[in-house]
């Protein structure tokens, strides 16, 4: 149980570092408009993973208690859209950019709302938690549904923690990765091995 929890805490840490539309968003705004703002932004997008978390949690364990086969055949999905994510990653440019040009001001619950609709609108956050929960269920014993909580629960904890680190170090981290090209590079394979990694764990 433990080093299932922890190989968790391990992927969500790598995923989180790993340059996206939301930790991008999180720099941007800690950059123009303090880290008040940027931690605002992470809080909402952080309470929209409890949507989310929610509905693979009650989805996934209705499935289960139906039948073993069609959690297979979802488990067989996650490995799937994982190797395309890794695919998709493969394929991109490890350049990191990011724009401030044209970043409005506005108020912390402003970008508190900001994230957490950006969160929860995206159907890519719930497929991406349909492949990924799945894979670290940690007990035969224990409800699933508290399960994907747990998983649920470390997963935005672990997230809150790197992105609350990165609208604090806000302008650390943005001239830090303006003259380390190779920071890139490193992210983007990081996010492949683990993309891979859980693929491989259910196929083999």
């Known amino acids: 149980m433990i080093e299932i929890l922890i190989s968790f805490v391990f992927a969500t ?8 539309p939301d930790n991008i968003f999180v720099l941007t705004q800690s950059i123009v408009n303090g880290k008040k703002y940027g931690l605002a932004t992470v809080i909402g997008l952080m309470t929209g993973c409890i949507i989310h978390t929610t509905l693979v949690a009650f989805g996934v364990s209705e499935v289960i208690k139906r039948n073993e086969n069609l959690f297979f055949i979802i488990k067989l999905f996650g490995a799937a859209y994982l190797l395309y994510l890794a695919f998709k990653v493969y394929k991109s440019d490890a350049k990191i950019a990011f724009s ?6 506005k108020t912390t619950f402003q970008l508190f709302k900001t994230g957490f609709w950006m969160n929860v609108l995206n159907p890519k956050v719930t497929i991406f938690f349909l492949a990924f929960f799945p894979q670290f269920l940690f007990s035969k014993s224990m409800s699933t549904v508290l399960q994907f909580y747990i998983l649920g629960g470390v997963f935005i904890i672990t997230s809150f923690i790197i992105f609350s680190g990165i609208a604090i170090l806000a302008g650390s981290i943005s001239s830090y990765l303006k003259q380390n090209d190779k920071v890139g590079v490193y992210l983007k394979w990081a996010q492949i091995v ?3 990694g859980i693929a491989a764990l259910i196929l083999i």
């Open 13 to 20: 840490a790598t995923l989180a570092f790993s340059p996206g």
């Open 100 to 105: 401030t040009e044209n970043v409005q001001q």
């Open 194 to 196: 683990v993309f891979i």
